[in-house]
């Protein structure tokens, strides 16, 4: 999967400067900051970072799916085919939800209507983008189905979703997602409210199905092990702002920012017996955010300057860290 | 489906049976001896005993129930006390009146509820929405008889635009029918709207906030697919629960609307008969409000099967 | 996880742990400008009503011809009816009637109502299953029609409306508080005390009765307006508070007759209803607001 065709080449989708915020009792709170990466033809990036950290926002804010009157967008661009999709209102991301950039959710079990069958949503959606005929999209449907791994897509198609279980939930979401071809796949923890063995064979049909269609995926994680199986780029996300971009080959190995090495050193080890390494401390709360870098008061290696003036993200040949050290630190690793 | 429906229609029985029970023990709640009651100050002993008699109160309890529920089955309530005029035929000749002025006002409740309401809770927090907020809570407060002598002051009395008074069957002339029912059905259907418009507010802003909807609009579906189908669809059902107890509501309320507008329906004859003590005459429409509106519960409870589909196996 | 606000750790920034339940509840309620408003308003009238001999500037019941259906002057602020008696004087009067008959009925219907409610939500079984149709059949009934049936039955005076109307209201009053306990009973934390070795009877005192009380509070709220409007509208009918008595019903029912020529009689009682039930039902709604938390919360 990381290693196949040449990926990349100019940007499919480019996120710049993106910052998205919530009304609390505090006030307009900002919990996405300053976001920027890319997304190139065919790639899968993943967006990875502990609960709260930004990252379903930010796939969100993509599709304009933050919802007044309890968030909105305050700054950056979402830049597709040229056109920036945050300046665009409902009715000119329509056409482009769906059919250029789709979404599959966390949530099987609730995200698909309960009150119609199957077949009458996917067909829904086919007949919204293209111009098929009710018995065409019907046909398109229940080959969707079948491509998605659900067996006897020619009955399943008429049942309603109670009847079916949580992987083949997911299957169908993905089915709906994928009806009309589209250039990017968002998917927010699609398997994490699956059972594990569901969760394999789920990531083997996302991976299967983006070699067939050739689109780019923006994978929304919290698991490593997931990232490190089905990306190309890791983008990592911490508080509200990008930490890290690297390539999957590199980032394991070889991390750059310490809440990386943080992370990797928290996994599990394989080995009975052997203590867990949590990473001390919490994620700061958004209305109090400590000065300068904010993972300061959690950070192995902080010093005296990371207190002092809030860090930058800076590149260095396809990698980027938010860290004064990252070119000094020699920070462990996993595998290779 | 079908199993919904048998197994909804089986738990009506006993529903029946306490209703039947609750009209005529009714009759048992007279204090002291009914037939002295009923007979008046003056009576003599003779008249007492014929009017015990003519009630049946000198036969045990499980027998008088028994006899008065045979007849009541195959249609017969007995005769009001005093004008001996059949029960039943009373109800039937004053039925269409309440029947038709209760219709109008669910029809035009729902109809101004279920839209207001679908907007308000779409465009939560909006101007409109808090608009509708205020204008439902003072809606449900304002009693049926204040709106209704308002609206004959002004609209009717005032303005003269409509007739205050009197009812015109619909075979008779449709267009006077619905002229003389538009100001009574508006003061009913205050209340109603307001209640409706709250539970749809209320369904819709739980049902957006679901994980399909905003699914739907992740696929690019547009405004009218994902609320009018999806929202809507889902939302229904406390919705349909609402407009259903108005229907009961409604009968009560026609009580004082007839009162009020001088129309011959079944409220203005029950209020004479608890005037004159005509205890058949009150039974009887007990008997047959209870059973009406147990049926349409039924009914309503069976319409969910259709809203939502995971019911018709439960 | 919902649609519009993914956890971003916002949570959590809402109360402090040093405040008693009582302080909390003060604190969220004060901030319901409405509802407060509204239990001022209760209170405003429930003082006059009380205090009536002194707060009214006449005596209600006397007659003076010679000022039938005056307008309002400085000796009838509200103008007089077709007795000539001083409205403003009756309206106090009738705040009496009409919220002590509200008092009556609500009695009535919480005695009936709610310890068979909490016996059925606790007990489930067949206790539950015959309490619930017996309340579902008589709410087959609508409410003014049963109202009516059961005046007629026992003779048209105020007391007999109220019982009547309790008897009516009292399924309602069931119906929440049966929710409410089976509700607590359900919840994780009962078992979780049992598993304790925590006795039933302390279950139910310290958890159960807290957890009903606040749902029936709110419900007491809507029933008071509910009973004012009932009672206004038998009382208009005749059969409920007989002359010379007035309550607000009976003052409106009195002066339909007047409803061209003078609708101030009628507009006054009739706003005083309306207020009345819109305070209840305001109070209502606020008091749910500041304790609905409280609920889950528990």
Known sequence: MNDQEPVGGDALLRVEDLAVEFITEHGWLRVVDGVSFDIRRRETIGLIGESGCGKSVTALAILGLIAPPSGRISRGRVILDGQDLLALDERELRPIRGRKIAMVFQEPMTSIDPAFTVGKQIVEVLRRHLPLSRSQARRRAIDLLDRVGIPDPHRRIDDYPHRLSGGQRQRVLIAMALSCEPELLIADEPTTALDVTVQAQVLDLLAGLQDEMGMAVLLVTHDLGVVAETCDRVVVMYAGEVVEISGVDELFPRPRHPYTAAMLASLPGLNPGEPLNPIPGLVPARHALPPGCWYGPRCEHVIQTCHSAHPALVSSGTRSARCIRADDLDLPGVGS | MLRLVARRLLRVIPLLLLVTLIAFGLLNLVPGDPAVQIAGEFATAEQIEAVRT?????????????????????????????????????IWDRLPATVSLIGWALMLSALIGIPAGTVAGWREGSAIDRFLTVGTTIGVAIPVFVSALVLALLVGLKLGWLPATGYVGITESPWEWARRLILPSIALAFTGAAEIARQTRAGVIEVKKQDFVRAARANGLTTWQVLGKHTLKNAMIPVVTVVGLQIGRLFGLSVLVEQIFNIPGLGSRLITAVFENDIPFIQGTVLMLGTVIILVNAAIDISYGYFNPRVRES | MTAATPDVGLSGLDSSPTETRWARFVRRFRRQRAAVAALTFIVVVTFCAVFAPWVAPQDPIEQ?????????????????????????????????????????????????????????????????????????????IPAIVLALAIIGVLQPNLTNAMIAIGIVYAPRLFRVVRSAAISVREETYIDAARASGVGTLTIARSHVIPNVLSPLVVQVSLALGFAVLAEAGVSFLGLGVQPPDASWGVMLGQSTAELEDHPILVLVPGAAIMLAVLAFNVLGDGLNDSLGREIRRE
Do not use: C, K, M, N
């Not at chain 3, 409205?87 to 005695?111: D, M």
């Not at chain 3, 409610?117 to 067949?126: F, K, S």
């Open chain 3, 64 to 140: 003076d011809l010679s000022s039938s259906l005056a307008g309002p002057s400085w000796e009838h602020w509200l103008g007089a009816d077709r007795l000539g008696r001083d409205v403003l004087s009756r309206l106090i009067f009738g705040a009496r009637f009409s919220l002590l008959a509200a008092v009556q009925a609500v009695l009535v219907a919480t005695v009936l109502g709610v310890p068979v409610g909490v016996l059925a939500g606790l007990a489930r079984g067949w206790v539950d299953s015959a309490a619930s149709t017996i309340a579902d059949a008589v709410l087959s």
């Open chain 2, 54 to 90: 003519d009630l049946g109160l000198d036969q045990p309890w499980l027998a008088r129930y028994g006899s008065w529920l045979g007849s009541a089955v195959q249609g017969d309530l007995g005769e009001s006390l005093f004008s001996g005029v059949p029960v039943r035929t009373q």
